[in-house]
C-alpha cells in the first residue's frame, strides 16, 4: 500500500467512525448499544484498564444490524464490508482514547451548553445562574439538572435555540 493509499484509508476510517458517533447521542450510548448486544465485556475492556478484547467485522454487524449499518455506509461512500471492518479496527481504540482523556461526558455537555449560553444571555455569569434556575420551557425544571443525561442536554440546547432565534415551541 503506497502512501496515498494509506492516507485515504485512514481518511475514510475515520469518516466512518465520525459517522456511526455522531449516531449516538454520546460514549454511554455506544457503550450501551454494544451492552444491550452481548458485548458489554468487550466494550468494557475497552474503556476500562488492562487489554482490550478484540472486534471483528461480525461483531460489528451483530451489534449495529444491517439497517444502521448500512445507513453509515450509504453517508460515507464506503462499502458495508468495509465499514464494519473499519469500526472494528479503530472504534476500541477511539473509546480508549476517550475513556483516557478522563472528561466525562456529562463535563463536556455543560461546557457546551455553557458556552451556548453565554452566546445567549451574553455573559457567563448570567449563562450559569439561567443554568441554577427552573426554567418555564423545560417544564419548570432546572437546566443543570438535565445536563445529566444526553436526552436532557438535548433539551436544553433546543430550548437555548428557541431563546436565541426567539422561536418557541
Do not use: C
Amino acid at each position: 500500500m503506497g502512501l496515498l493509499d494509506g492516507v485515504f484509508h485512514s481518511a475514510r476510517a475515520r469518516s466512518v467512525l465520525r459517522r456511526y458517533v455522531e449516531r449516538h447521542a454520546g460514549i454511554e450510548d455506544v457503550v450501551a448499544e454494544f451492552e444491550r448486544s452481548g458485548y458489554g465485556q468487550e466494550v468494557h475492556s475497552w474503556i476500562g484498564e488492562g487489554g482490550n478484547l478484540p472486534l471483528n467485522a461480525q461483531d460489528v454487524k451483530k451489534v449495529l444490524g444491517p439497517e444502521q449499518l448500512q445507513q453509515i455506509a450509504e453517508s460515507t461512500g464506503v462499502p458495508i464490508d468495509e465499514t464494519a471492518a473499519y469500526l472494528a479496527d479503530n472504534l476500541p481504540k477511539y473509546l480508549a482514547e476517550q475513556a483516557l482523556k478522563g472528561i466525562d461526558e456529562q463535563s463536556l455537555r455543560t461546557a457546551d451548553v455553557v458556552s451556548r449560553g453565554i452566546e445567549v444571555f451574553g455573559s457567563r455569569e448570567a449563562a450559569e445562574r439561567w443554568l441554577g434556575l427552573p426554567a418555564i420551557g423545560l417544564g419548570d425544571r432546572r437546566p443543570i439538572d438535565l445536563l445529566k443525561t444526553p436526552e436532557g442536554a438535548r433539551d436544553v440546547s433546543d430550548f437555548l435555540d428557541q431563546l436565541k432565534f426567539g422561536v418557541y415551541v
